[in-house]
């Protein structure tokens, strides 16, 4: 009787497992973070692994940094030239997503979207400004989504560094 019960069980246990299959995925983002001062730009920290919505299996992505610290880090290294005394920009509420888009006749494409709420303070001078960042790639059922969210999140910053910039420039220009 034990046995017939325990052998229910186990196959209970391995239907329950069809279907439910996550991958777990680490992103070495650490390369996309250099040395930089400037502690007067800030992105409020996030945290969180980030899954991959619109594939057939479940795959979910692992940071190895905040995607925050990332584009905080690549803010801070592109924009320390644009200082000026009281200046400050500070971000928060960022979120992030990435989907794969699939349509007939057309190649998939995945794609990352991150969006935060900036502040740019000079001398009382306050610019407020939503932004977001929309890059996105083709792929197909060999993409490598762990070096694809590298090379996405490097194009997001790059898109923020530049809204940023001209947040900072509105601000300065204030000044004069």
């Known amino acids: 009787m034990f046995k017939q019960i325990a052998m229910i069980g186990i196959a209970a246990l391995s239907l329950s497992a069809c279907g439910s299959q996550k991958t777990r995925t680490e992103v070495p983002l650490d390369p996309l973070v250099g040395p930089s001062s400037a502690p007067w730009i800030s992105v409020a920290a996030t ?6 919505r619109g594939l057939d299996e479940k795959l979910i ?3 190895s940094l905040p ?7 690549q803010l801070r290294q592109a ?6 005394a009281n200046l400050t920009v500070a971000c928060e509420g960022m979120k992030a997503d990435m989907r794969v888009k699939r349509e007939d006749d057309v190649p998939s494409t995945a794609i990352f979207e991150v969006s935060m709420r900036c502040i740019t303070n000079a001398r009382g001078y306050i610019t407020r400004n939503d932004m977001r960042a929309q890059p996105s790639a083709p ?14 999140v490097d194009s997001a ?18 000044l004069r």
Not at 67 to 73: G, L, P, R, T
Not at 139 to 152: E, G, I, P, R
């Open 47 to 52: 945290s969180g692994d980030l899954p991959v």
């Open 61 to 63: 992505l692992t940071p």
């Open 67 to 73: 995607i925050s610290e990332v584009i905080q880090a």
């Open 79 to 84: 924009l320390q030239s644009e200082y000026t």
């Open 139 to 152: 792929v197909n059922a060999q993409t490598d989504y762990s070096k694809l969210l590298v090379s996405l």
């Open 157 to 174: 910053s790059k898109d923020m560094i530049e809204k940023v910039r001209a947040d900072i420039a509105t601000s300065k220009s204030n």
